[in-house]
């Protein structure tokens, strides 16, 4: 049973370009949350994903998009990169099977991890 | 504002050895604590989980408290392992109309040494 799967796993930008990060759950998770994880930092929650929605959103400007899709896979995509963008970008996948829905555990993927130069 | 304080930020220990990783957090309303292990450049792997009406979890050599009037938890470790080097994270989630947003901690990064 694979776990999350991200992709790239390394990329290289240069400011002001745009990045697409792919990401799949672990089978049988319909939610999908992304995190930004700078170096020597603990992750900082972007948004969360679920039924092709979004449905909650961290501190993050609107440079930072998602999608999911009808699969439960999703995209975060980032515009006019900016070099304080480098970091390691997690996906974490979870289900939902009512309330309490945080309480459900966060599977994570290994991370795509980005630089700007 | 939400918040999550980690002690300490880092920490050496020799093979075999106990130790104890703290967390503290301001969040609002509560609804639940877990700690998770993050090896070097790879995703958190989670250890356990609390909610309110809990004030202890084991997993393994992995033990959690929780003490929800403080608004403390602390993850003991006991006999540590080489394989016990990695950062631990402590993740606090409020709920909010029916959504739940996780607050992360910076982590304690645990070192290890034959």
């Known amino acids: 049973d694979a776990g999350v799967t991200q992709s790239p796993t390394h990329l290289i930008k240069t400011r002001g370009q745009q990045v697409t990060l792919r990401c799949s759950p672990k089978?049988?998770?319909?939610?999908v949350s992304w995190y930004q994880q700078a170096l020597g930092q603990g992750p900082q929650f972007i948004f969360q994903?679920?039924?092709?929605?979004?449905?909650q959103r961290g501190n993050f400007p609107d440079r930072f998009s998602g999608h999911q899709f009808p699969n439960y896979s999703s995209e975060l995509n980032v515009n006019a990169l900016l070099l304080g963008d480098s970091a390691l970008y997690l996906c974490?996948?979870?289900?939902?099977?009512?309330?309490?829905?945080?309480?459900?555990?966060?599977?994570f993927g290994a991370g795509s991890r980005l630089t700007v130069l | 504002k939400n918040q999550v304080e980690q002690s300490p930020q880092s920490l050496i220990i020799l093979e075999g050895k106990n130790c104890t990783l703290q967390?503290?957090?301001?969040?609002?309303?509560?609804?639940?604590l877990r700690w998770y292990k993050q090896d070097t450049g790879r995703g958190p792997v989670s250890l356990t989980i609390?909610?309110?009406?809990?004030n202890t979890k084991s997993n393994g050599r992995y033990t959690a408290t929780l003490d929800a009037d403080t608004k403390q938890s602390s993850l003991h470790i006991t006999a540590s392992q080489l394989s016990d080097s990695a950062s631990y994270i402590c993740?606090?989630?409020?709920?909010?109309?029916?959504?739940?947003?996780?607050?992360f901690g910076r982590g304690t990064s645990l070192i290890v040494h034959p």
């Open positions: 974490a996948s979870s289900v939902v099977r009512g309330p309490p829905r945080g309480a459900n555990v966060l599977t």
């Open positions: 089978s049988g998770h319909d939610t």
């Open positions: 994903y679920y039924e092709e929605e979004e449905r």
């Open positions: 967390c503290n957090y301001t969040v609002s309303p509560f609804s639940n």
């Open positions: 609390m909610t309110f009406s809990e």
């Open positions: 993740v606090v989630s409020s709920a909010s109309g029916g959504s739940y947003i996780p607050t």
